[in-house]
């Protein structure tokens, strides 16, 4: 057997590609915050609680109206999605020309208040929700057993992720979107309305953060808390990544991913620790981030 | 009143500082209890307004008005702080005049209270907290751990496990207190039996939700039993995950920590076929089955576990020893409380008949229960079948090995 590091090599590649697969939902989630604070300038700390209300919206189609993973897949996004609009347009709009902070205090303060009501309506536990039947079992890929949920959370998180990239970077839409964000006034000037536009990018960032909550929920307890566990480690992604550079944070989402995988061969007690580590490392020695464009 | 939004938020503000002007009203033989427990995280649906439901039963069941007893419940949240937790009970016995601490789940909380009830000498009845220490190297005179412990645990769901061939064993453990003295207590118990440790994984506590690196870990490594040394979300998310790898194919699954509120979460088609024990299951009998239809009006959500029938069962072995003593008595000597509760013997619709050993332990019974299939259940919450029934004195810790201090003295 080929072994590396004194590890053996099939466990090792394991642990990268489940590392990979753990980098999908940061990237889905990194990315959703990458472009939120691009556009809007706010750094949205309620985006832990509306990947968490993502989750509790499958959970609860399915539950209520019967409706099954695949059409929760693209509704519980819209419908958490709309719920950001609804927040963005009466609160968030109002704190723009206020310093980062107040967004921040404001984001954390309502993911407070999300996380609680959802608390008191469910308790902490958490609700069971099953791996639909047709992405059930597992493939033997030889050196691990590999759940075909897993292959299909990261096959997701890529077209996901890639696709909005393609959004914002190659379309006209995005074109005026990144215009918009260098000089709103200008932009209003040729007739676009930039505050709609502002609150759709909102939407879209949220519709991320939920769609990646369904993606979680067959895996992950479904419960009020699932979200902060998250939360943290995904502002540390967008730090490394340079804040509001889309592709460095789906590019450090999935890399930090094989990263704390590594850690938890090598020294598990650190493997929550370790992504902070590299924050540390890069800001010391590239403070804008990887990606981050120079000042 | 016209209610305008200052007028409002001023009765807000007021509102919240009340308790803090509260005159300190009978003091003289009113008893209160206070519960303190996890309110709003991990542990809500384990302990939380459940236990404080049951230990409100308790004084409805005891009788107390008709007694002519004067005997209040008061709550808080402690959010799983150790600091936090010894700030609000020092509150409650300088200023608010509170007799016992009852509940305290999470083993860090549970050892930092132990020091202020004993200083303060008032009465600590723990059901929430499982380390074994709490009745080991760290008890107290004025201490009783009602239902259950880590060593109880390893015992009756290792021993089971064990026992069924289960010999070669990988742990997967939160890296805090709790998690290290389930590990440690049931592979001296696998050792003992003969069996071996393959390894164990410690992994960050509470920050971990993804497992799934151990369990292919846990898998390569080739041991019979996978031992969950962990409580609450993270053992919902590793079995959870276990399945999802085929590990409960390839490996047994011993869940060391499990309510039935846990077997709730995860669903039946998941959590079949697991082994765990619990000292109290709601439906085990006609008393067990009665008291959870008293209780379930008003906590409908979420089923009484043994935790929740436990402060039912401390609050009223308490009332009959005030009741016994007088309340100027009880509250005037923690110490002698504790002891008078330890002379009489127990008894409830609950647990039935016990005895609490000299250094607080109540030597109540553990029952190992195996989560029933889907096609098994008939009704809401109709999860367990029991397997083994073990005696107190079997299952706990004998009173020499716990080494406690102040038994020799």
């Known amino acids: ?106 984001t954390f303060g309502l993911s407070l208040v999300i996380e609680g009501l959802f608390r008191n309506a469910y308790g902490s536990s958490g609700l069971p929700y099953r791996i639909p039947a047709i992405l059930q079992g597992a493939m033997n890929l030889g050196f691990m057993y590999m759940p075909i949920y897993r292959g299909w959370v990261v096959l997701a998180a890529v077209v996901i992720c890639f696709s909005t990239w393609a959004i914002i970077e190659k379309t006209t839409l995005g074109a005026t979107l990144r215009a918009a964000t260098e000089n709103a006034p200008l932009v209003q000037a040729f007739g676009v309305n930039v505050p709609r536009l502002i609150t759709l990018t909102y939407g879209g960032g949220v519709a991320l953060a939920a769609f990646a909550g369904v993606l979680a929920a067959p895996i992950y307890s479904v419960n009020p808390n699932m979200g902060t566990n998250f939360i943290n480690t995904v502002f540390a992604v967008v730090v490394i990544g340079g804040m509001g550079s889309i592709l460095g944070s789906i590019v450090t989402g999935f890399a930090l991913g094989v990263v704390e995988g590594l850690c938890k061969v090598f020294y598990p007690q650190a493997s929550a620790t370790v992504v902070f580590v590299v924050m540390v490392i890069v800001l010391l020695t590239r403070p804008r981030g990887l990606f981050g464009k120079a000042a | 009143m016209n209610l305008t939004r200052r007028s409002a938020l001023t009765t807000a503000a007021a509102a919240t500082t009340l308790p803090l002007i509260r005159p300190a009203r009978a003091q003289g033989a009113a008893i209160k209890i206070g519960v303190m427990n996890d309110q709003s995280g991990p542990y809500t649906n384990t302990t939380g307004v459940t236990s404080v439901i049951c230990a409100k039963q308790a004084l409805e069941d005891f009788g107390v008005s008709t007694k002519g007893m004067n005997v209040e419940i008061i709550s808080a949240d402690h959010q799983n702080k150790p600091d936090l937790a010894v700030s609000i009970a020092r509150q409650w016995f300088d200023r608010d005049g509170v007799d016992v601490l009852l509940d305290v789940p999470t083993s860090s909380v549970a050892l930092a209270l132990q020091s202020v009830v004993r200083e303060k000498n008032k009465v600590y009845l723990n059901v929430g907290a499982a380390s074994s220490a709490l009745t080991g190297s760290q008890c107290s005179p004025n201490f009783i751990h009602w239902v259950y412990d880590t060593y109880m645990l390893s015992r009756s769901t290792g021993g089971a496990m064990v026992k069924a061939g289960g010999d070669s064993w990988y742990f997967l453990t939160a890296d805090y207190a709790f998690g290290k003295q389930l590990a440690s207590d049931t592979s001296d118990l696998v050792r003992k039996a003969g069996g071996k440790v393959m390894g164990s994984a410690l992994y960050p506590f509470p920050e971990t939700t993804d497992f799934s690196s151990f369990l292919v870990q846990a898998q390569a490594s080739g041991a019979k039993v996978l031992g969950l040394a962990n409580a609450g979300g993270d053992t919902v998310n590793s079995i959870k995950q276990a399945a999802e790898f085929g590990l409960n194919k390839s490996m047994k699954i011993a869940a060391l920590l499990m309510f039935i509120n846990d077997v709730h979460a995860l669903g039946l088609d998941v959590a079949q076929g697991l082994s765990l024990t619990e000292s109290f299951y709601w439906d085990l009998n006609e008393g067990t089955r009665a008291f959870t239809k008293r209780i379930l009006p008003k906590t409908p959500k979420n089923y009484p576990n043994s935790i929740h029938a436990g402060c039912y069962s401390a609050t009223l072995h308490y009332l009959k020893t005030v009741a016994d003593m007088g309340a100027a008595e009880a509250k005037k000597d923690g110490v002698a409380t504790i002891n008078r509760m330890k002379a009489m013997p127990v008894e409830d619709d609950l647990f039935g008949k016990s005895k609490i050993r000299e250094d607080g332990r109540n030597m109540i019974p553990a029952f190992l229960f195996e989560v029933k299939k889907p096609s098994e259940s008939k009704g809401p919450w109709d999860y367990y079948n029991l397997k083994v029934t073990t005696s107190g004195e079997d299952v706990y810790r004998s009173l020499a090995d716990g080494h406690c201090s102040f038994i020799k003295a």
């Open chain 1, 1 to 106: 057997m080929i072994m590396i590091f004194g590890i053996p090599g099939p466990l090792l590649f394991g642990q990268l590609l489940l590392g990979l697969i753990n980098g999908a939902f940061y990237a889905m989630l990194s990315l959703g915050l990458a472009v939120i604070f691009g556009m809007l300038n706010i750094i949205n700390f309620a985006h832990g609680a509306l990947f968490m209300m993502g989750a509790f919206a499958s959970w609860m189609l399915l539950d209520y109206a019967g409706i099954g993973y695949f059409p929760a897949l693209i509704l519980a996004p819209l419908l958490v999605g709309a719920f950001g609009i609804l927040l963005e347009k009466t609160i968030i709009s109002r704190l723009y020309k206020l310093d980062h902070l107040y967004g921040l205090l404001l």
